[in-house]
């Protein structure tokens, strides 16, 4: 039903598209040959009236011919009643502007009913916020509902990706959000984010609450000691999980004990057939996931400055993003969590800055009670060009004797600067030994380690995006939001336009009919509300690209009518010729460009699972 609503919607706004040329065509007295979907072949039809109605083969697209399409001035010596070329500008422009038109009317009309209706989206409520981000850095915290961004309401998380990103990037955003009941407000500073190709506030939306429910595949240990998928997780190793981000840190202590390393089954306990059944117990021992690469065993240590809030005690200290810390209160810094000294007047922190050959000394006058907080209120994370090593307990590298802190040089004989060198070469090895040559406080030295497979649990949990229905009542109210919705839609796809001309976009985000094709199958899953709703944001998109001046599409024509406005006469036949010639060849270009940018996506989404 998907795949066949899917089929179903993409075809009606190519129809809608073209039907607004034809409508445009009669009403301008136009005589029309062809009202086609798809180009090609024709597969089917019938003639009425004069005008051949079909479906051709090539499902991209549809056209309208109309008698006398050729604008130059030759093909005005020979019109003939009815051909396009001997109506007025204005019926002219009135034809070339019908699929836009139509195109706005559609998402006039749409939004508004699905908006009664109600549309489900994913709820516009912060689930996990980056540490050291800009979202951290100006205090939003998990469970934040955002209400407005720069005062423009939002109703989903996606409306506040693309505020975000189509905000101007000289100043910062106004974010007003709701906690615990009562209204905030604060100012973010969204920063690039090279992955994505677009400003963010980094942040990740929240998480359908209630119990975590887990996925066991067949043929693991977990499987075979009799958990299912479904069951709902309760305890893992003693400590209980009411949550996923519960999930997260328990996680993270399993993988840094005993367990691990196998020497002791897991323990699991799961409830099975509602809230009103008793937990049971599972136990298994954990076992390497065999598809795995085998690894080392360790990690950068976090001692790069990633962000801080701004606070007195971070004002005095004068920190930037990007400065490495060397040292705390006098004592060398080895990564991890920063934690001051209690007594004394100062707290100090020599750090190693980007634009200094010589580390800087940062000191601050901070109340011994401050010092927590301010700890706190300081983001780091790993720097890839700094090899300082952080070994996970129980691992290949642990067990051969790296400690945190170490310091690397070289890996398999080859001098190393950069962590993807140490990954290339790890994953290369193919689990064969591999030779470490470290720097400890008492000097240079070497390891041989093993690369293996860590052992891991051998079930997943079963994650779903919070999501809520946005509906408006009256007639009158949906209207309106219709109205701002497909006003603040046209405005979106102009900025977004204009950012990919300065590069603010990354044209990475482009996407073709392969992305159109699955991300409409993927509203469909969700009902007809969400299609509609997606088909209308789609026919707005289609309506504003029509509309550039670009030979070949409706812009282009419209372009030529404004020329001959100005000059007085249409532009030569050569002329047009060669502009339709270019115009085509840059739209193909784009078409094999978006394509190839479909393909990566696709094969990322089909990686995922």
Known sequence: MAILLTIIGISLLIFVHELGHYLCARLAGIRVHVFSLGF???????VRGGTDYRISALPLGGFVQVAGEDPTAAARVQARTGDLVSKSLFARAFFY???????VLFALVVFPMVFRIGVQFDAPVIGAVAAGGPAWEAGLQH???????????????NNITVEVALASSLRGVKVQYQRDGADRECVAHPRYDKAMGIRTLEVRNALEPGPVRIEVPEGTPAFAAGLRTGDELVMLEGKHVPSHREFDTVLTTWEEQEPRAGKRPVKVMVRRGGDSAKPQEFSFQAEPDKRATPKLGIYLSQRTVQGFRDTPATRALQLRRGDRVLFVDGQP???????????????????QRTDAKQPVELTAEVPSADRAALAKDIALVADPADLLLRPMPASAAAAAGVRRGDLLRAIGGKPVTKWEQVIETVEGAAGKPLVLALVRDSGPFSVTIEPRREPTLGFRIQVRDLREAYRVEGLGAS?????????????????????????????????GIITIARVSYMNAQEGLSRLLYFLAVLSINLAVINVLPIPVLDGGHLMFLLIERIKGSPVSARVHSYSQILGMVFVLALLLYVTYNDILKLSWFLSRG
């Open 40 to 46: 090609g072949p024709r597969l089917w039809g019938f």
């Open 333 to 351: 810094f080895r990564g991890g969590d920063l934690k001051f000294q209690e007594s004394g007047k100062t707290v100090q922190l020599v750090v």
């Open 479 to 511: 209207i309106k939001a219709g109205l701002v919705a497909s006003v603040d839609m046209i405005k979106q796809v102009y900025v977004t336009l204009r950012k990919l001309f300065t590069g603010e976009v990354s044209t990475s985000n482009l996407g």
């Open 143 to 157: 469970g934040d509902r955002i209400r407005s961004i720069n005062g423009k309401d939002v109703y989903s998380f």
């Open 97 to 103: 502007s019908g699929g836009v038109i139509m195109n």
